[in-house]
């Protein structure tokens, strides 16, 4: 099978997890908190629906986003670990806040930028513009409201997918800086982007599967993409090819002492009968 095959990307990651769901499960589910516990806290600490709670609000999610950045990365660390037969561990989650964190919170920083910026449209639209009270306003509401959510996720796509690798090059990378890992993932995506979003997309029907299970399925669904991903980057920096190369090369010289040990074993066992035959002739 290919390395640069999708299918190739979703059987390592299979063959990775396997005797590894706890501590992924365990992983994800804890750098998800953060992100949980953030917006709880903002809706705690800045309660109302006005304006100045509101951005109140959003501001503060967006810090607890970049911290948990940091926790996710440490993750992505935990996970290159796993692939490349390291030790491992739940602490490997705080790696980064001992390596320079500061170096994700700036490529977090230009990422949410961005994500934050093509998403001003749909804010606006939410907040500031009056549905009405006829039928006729709120359809034209929600029409304005999709299309503005429509427009942004586009943008977001076009703009942060050649940055989707960058937390894998600072996890990987203990003296690279944000920006500069924020570049080295737009080369490293140049050419494979496309391949990277029908990997994504291929996930879309279990994701509608694990909605049938109401959303418990997604406890093995996002290790998996996560595991994928990894796959993915391992993939475009050619780790993944050494990878089965070794591999290959290992398979190979078992095969070959085994036919040698059975070539040896013939031999004797030749030997033998010869050596019988001439002491009863």
Known sequence: MNTGDRKYWKFYAKMKLSGNWGIAIAAMLAVGAVNLVGNILAVKLFPGDTVLPLVLSEIFVFVVSLIGMIFSTGYSYMLLNICRGREYKL????????????????????????????????????????PGTTVEGMMHWYQLLLGAWVIAMVLSI?????????????????????????????????????????????????????????YIGLLWL????????????????????????????AEREKIEQCLNRDQEETEELTKQNKDDYNSEA
């Open 91 to 130: 602490g490997d989650l705080l790696y980064m806040f001992h390596n320079q964190p500061d170096r994700v919170l700036v490529a977090g920083l230009v990422v949410a930028l961005i994500d934050t910026v093509v998403q001003i449209p749909f804010y606006y639209v939410t907040y500031m513009v009056e």
């Open 158 to 214: 076009i703009l942060t997918v050649p940055f989707a690798l960058a937390f894998y090059f600072l996890a990987d990378n203990p003296n690279m800086g944000g920006i500069e890992a924020l570049k080295a993932s737009t080369r490293a995506m140049k050419g494979h982007i496309w391949q990277y979003l029908m990997l994504e997309l291929s996930f879309v029907p279990l994701f509608f599967l694990s909605i049938l299970t109401l």
């Open 222 to 249: 996002v290790p998996y993409m996560q595991f994928s991903e990894t796959a993915f980057y391992m993939y475009v920096t050619g780790e993944l090819d050494q990878q089965k190369q070794a591999h290959d090369r």
